[in-house]
């Protein structure tokens, strides 16, 4: 492995600025190279690396549908099961808001729901842990935006908006209702489990021009890890294997030497890191640091951190950069940030 490419999915500058002094002190501190914005997003990013443009430009629901085959007569949108919080005035969404339900949790809601709303056309199909995928429902036009980007904030920032988000909005409210009287969220709470009140609709919206198609692997990278359906789905369709997240960057690094001169060690790997619900302290101490501390001991020549948006990166010569200040990624990724 040469190069180690870190895409921290869900973190946003707002959900670290509550950190505490203490906090901070402890993240690791190195001379960063300047950040620079990531257009379009880490999926987009990660897509124009590998060459396919399509994947990153089209909808994340549209890229789920097709590597499973099911090319949508309507646009399809990726479903996320939240835990919000009501306010006095608002109803908050808590940085623990999104909830990772069990296989068998997935395939009871998505039965019920189906025999519910199947009469309206409308079907869930569940993708993983993280989520479900809607079909039938026509709201072209509609903006939404991933709950990770809410986090920390209120949902009255993120609503749907433009045209179709009358319709959706009305489908996530019936959707409310329902989930209020769920079995499944009985269930949740006797086992002091937070219930799945809403699910969030987003992803979707915009028709296909063309069909998303199967591509042979390009060199772009050597291994991707992550447990996300739209990197398993990308990994699907551009021929790259996605393998299960390792524990920490120590044990993907230990496992890397172990592959000895195979042709995929010498190449960038990447890894998808769900930050939002374990806190940027814990990450610095799996990922953050080992990675830094394999640059400065030349294991590896660089190391890229891309917080969702924004992106650092820190290369083996840079710790002799002395006029470049020492920082943590926090920091970096807040380099330019009006």
Do not use: Y
């Not at 987003?202 to 990197?231: F, I």
């Amino acid at each position: 492995m040469r190069e180690l490419v870190i895409i921290l999915a869900d973190f946003f500058l707002r959900e670290a600025e509550g950190d505490s002094p203490q906090a901070r002190a402890a993240l690791t501190r190195a001379r960063f190279g300047p950040a620079r914005s990531v257009r379009g997003g880490w999926r987009d990013w990660l897509a124009r690396r590998e060459r396919r443009e399509d994947l990153g430009l089209a909808d994340p629901a549209a890229v789920v549908a097709a590597a499973l085959g099911r090319p949508p007569q309507v646009s399809p949108w990726l479903v996320t099961p939240l835990h919000l919080l009501a306010g006095m005035k608002t109803v908050h969404v808590p940085m623990n808001a999104c909830l990772t339900l069990t296989p068998s949790e997935s395939r009871a809601l998505a039965l019920e729901f189906t025999a519910l709303f199947g009469a309206d056309g409308l079907t869930l199909q569940a993708i993983g842990p993280s989520g479900f995928l809607l079909h039938g429902l026509e709201a072209e036009g509609a903006e939404t935006i991933e709950p990770a980007r809410l986090l920390g904030g209120t949902l009255d920032e993120g609503l749907p908006r433009g045209p179709g988000s009358r319709r959706l909005r009305q489908v996530m409210t019936e959707m409310d209702l329902w989930l209020h009287e769920l079995p499944l969220n009985r269930a949740r709470e006797a086992r002091n489990e937070p219930r799945i009140n809403t699910l969030w609709l987003w992803g979707g919206g915009q028709s296909l021009r063309d069909a998303l198609h199967r591509s042979a692997p390009s060199e772009g990278w050597a291994a991707v890890h992550a447990e996300d359906a739209w990197v398993t789905a990308f990994g699907q369709l551009s021929g790259i294997a996605v393998h299960a997240l390792p524990r920490d960057a120590t044990s993907l690094l230990a496992k890397s030497a172990s592959a000895g001169a195979a042709p995929a060690a010498d190449g960038a790997v990447c890894v998808i890191v769900p930050c939002a619900a374990q806190g940027l302290a814990v990450l610095d101490a799996a990922w953050i640091q080992p990675a830094i501390e394999a640059v400065r001991g030349g294991v590896l020549r660089g190391v890229s951190i891309v917080g969702n948006d924004r992106c650092v990166t820190l290369a083996a010569g840079d710790q002799w950069r002395f006029w470049r200040p020492t920082r943590d990624v926090l920091a970096a990724l807040a380099e330019g940030v009006a």
